[in-house]
Every structure is written in structure tokens, then in C-alpha cells.
């Protein structure tokens, strides 16, 4: 079956180090998401890609970065944690950018110390 | 910029009532699709019913139907017969017809379904 993963699950870090959390999905999916999840704000959409070598910034994109070499990994790195992007990282992707679901990942507990 | 306004941060059911959660939007757009998802103690984001705005007729899927009011920009979720596994973090999210920006999502409802 086809699915979409991520990893790791949790990670603990330090301000300022640089971390990278993979997501890889096998529906063949042309558009791939990332959405960081905190209390009291619902999800919130960092980056995002409609293809290979397409990636675009979304609402709360600053400190974070993406590369798409192929379909099925989008890769969310942060050069430098901050104790701000202490957050829940969920990753998606869905056929159509706007009219299909969007199928999410595990999600993966990101804390910087 | 699209916003999604969930009013409820929590409700409480008895088990096989109905409830039904609010949610309200606001775009300028006239072609785009709304959503609900649900999200139980696992964290799992799981997808519960789809609308496309273009569709007059209100989505179901088996005891989950929205009531959908576009000149309101009202989408709100009937669940029937309650069930204890129904208990969960529901979110309503919004995504334009050109999809760009991704989903937007209200800040969720906190579901509790009592025994």
C-alpha cells in the first residue's frame, strides 16, 4: 500500500544546530507539504512543492528551507534551531494541489533545547 | 489571505448523541474546496469528509454530513451516534481552487465523547 512516512519520530536538539527531518512518500504524488503544528494555532504551512525542483514558501517559512530532487522526498531542514521551532512537524502530499486530500505523514516532535 | 475561525475549543457529548461543530472562513474566492480532518491521541491526521464549493449538495460520509452555507461561509460537521472513538482533535481547513499557500487550517476542536 501506498503511504507516506517520516522521520524520526522525535528528535531533541540544540539552539543552533542544524537539523534535518525526511519525509518519503510512495503514492507518486506530485505536490508534497510541510505544516508545523503548535498549541493553540491549528497547522500552519512552512513550504511546499508542486513537482522536481519546484518548492515555494508558505505562511511561516523563515528558518526554514527545502530542495526536491525527486518525487518522493521532500526534506524540511532548519540551518540554525531556535527553542521557536520547538513544534510538531507533519508532512503531506496529494495529487492535485487543491482539489484532492492531502495525505499526511506521522508527524515527527521536534524539541530545541 | 484566507482565514478558517473554529469557535468551540472543546465540547462534550454523551455517547450516540449528535453534535455538531462549527466552523466559519472568509476568501474572496469563489472556487475552492473545504475540509475536515480529525486527529485522535495517536496524532494521526485522518481526512473525514470533503466539499467542493461548486457542489450545492452537502457531503456525507456514513454518521459525518457538514452542513455547508457558502453565502455564510459556513462548514460545519454533524456527527450522529457518537462513539467513544470519535473522540479526537478535529480540524476544519480551507484550500483555494488554485491550490496555492497549501491548506489553511482553523485552530481545531477538542472533541470529548463520555461513556
Known amino acids: 500500500d501506498a503511504e507516506i512516512t517520516q522521520s524520526p519520530r522525535h528528535k531533541i536538539t540544540e539552539t543552533g544546530r542544524q537539523v534535518t527531518l525526511a519525509c518519503h512518500q510512495t503514492?507518486?504524488?506530485?505536490?508534497m507539504f510541510w505544516y508545523r503544528q503548535d498549541l493553540g494555532h491549528g497547522l500552519r504551512l512552512i513550504h511546499y512543492?508542486?513537482?522536481?525542483?519546484?518548492?515555494n514558501k508558505g505562511e511561516v517559512s523563515d528558518g526554514y528551507s527545502v530542495s526536491r530532487s525527486n518525487t518522493e522526498d521532500l526534506p524540511l531542514t532548519l540551518e540554525s534551531a531556535a527553542s521557536s521551532q520547538t513544534s510538531v512537524y507533519f508532512c503531506?502530499?496529494?495529487?492535485?494541489?487543491?482539489?484532492?486530500?492531502?495525505?499526511f505523514g506521522p508527524g515527527t516532535r521536534l524539541t530545541v533545547l | 489571505a484566507q482565514t478558517v475561525t473554529q469557535s468551540q475549543p472543546e465540547m462534550s457529548v454523551q455517547e450516540a448523541e449528535t453534535v455538531t461543530l462549527s466552523c466559519t472562513y472568509d476568501t474572496s474566492e469563489n472556487n475552492y474546496y473545504l475540509f475536515w480532518y480529525k486527529q485522535p491521541p495517536s496524532r494521526q491526521m485522518i481526512l473525514v469528509i470533503r466539499?467542493?464549493?461548486?457542489?450545492?449538495q452537502n457531503a456525507t460520509e456514513n454518521r459525518f454530513s457538514v452542513n455547508f452555507q457558502k453565502a455564510a461561509k459556513s462548514f460545519s460537521l454533524k456527527i450522529s451516534d457518537s462513539q467513544l472513538g470519535d473522540t479526537a482533535m478535529y480540524f476544519c481547513?480551507?484550500?483555494?481552487?488554485?491550490?496555492?499557500?497549501?491548506?489553511?487550517f482553523g485552530k481545531g476542536t477538542h472533541l470529548i465523547i463520555q461513556p
Open positions: 481547513a480551507f484550500v483555494s481552487g488554485g491550490g496555492a499557500d497549501g491548506l489553511t
Open positions: 503514492w507518486n504524488h506530485n505536490n
Open positions: 466539499q467542493e464549493a461548486y457542489k450545492q
Open positions: 503531506a502530499s496529494s495529487e492535485s494541489p487543491a482539489s484532492d486530500t492531502q495525505y
Open positions: 512543492s508542486y513537482g522536481v525542483q519546484d518548492t
